[in-house]
Nanobody, 120 residues
Framework: QVQLQESGPGLVKPSQTLSLTCTVS??????????WSWIRQPPGKGLEWMGV???????SYNPSLKSRTSIFRDTSKNQLSLQLSSVTPEDTAVYYC????????????WGQGTQVTVSS
């Protein structure tokens, strides 16, 4: 059973960079065809896909966030990370990492999510 756990600071000041890590257990982020995404949900709004890193290291970003988003991984630690720069209060959200084990477009596994608030 794949398990994902997000971690990072819960409070970030405006204009700073938000940094989160997702630690994966029960599966490898390099398993063929797997894809690992960051998704967020602002309060009172729907889910917003931020980007994905595939098993082979290919990365795709949501065009609306691309200029501020970086996704990378540490295969030795089986972790993926998210950085979002120049944050504003509109970036306040619950941030999730999620796994699509077969690149089917369906996220079979989700972390519990971590609340990040952008406030001075």
């Amino acid at each position: 059973q794949v398990q994902l756990q997000e971690s990072g600071p819960g409070l970030v000041k405006p204009s700073q960079t938000l940094s989160l890590t997702c630690t994966v257990s029960g599966g490898s982020i390099t398993t063929t065809y797997s894809a690992w995404s960051w998704i967020r949900q602002p309060p009172g709004k729907g889910l917003e896909w931020m980007g994905v890193i595939a098993y082979d290291g290919r990365i795709s970003y949501n065009p609306s966030l691309k200029s501020r988003t970086s996704i990378f991984r540490d295969t030795s630690k089986n972790q993926l990370s998210l950085q979002l720069s120049s944050v504003t209060p509109e970036d306040t959200a619950v941030y999730y990492c999620a796994a699509d084990p077969r690149n089917s477009g369906k996220y079979d596994y989700w972390g519990q999510g971590t609340q990040v608030t952008v406030s001075s």
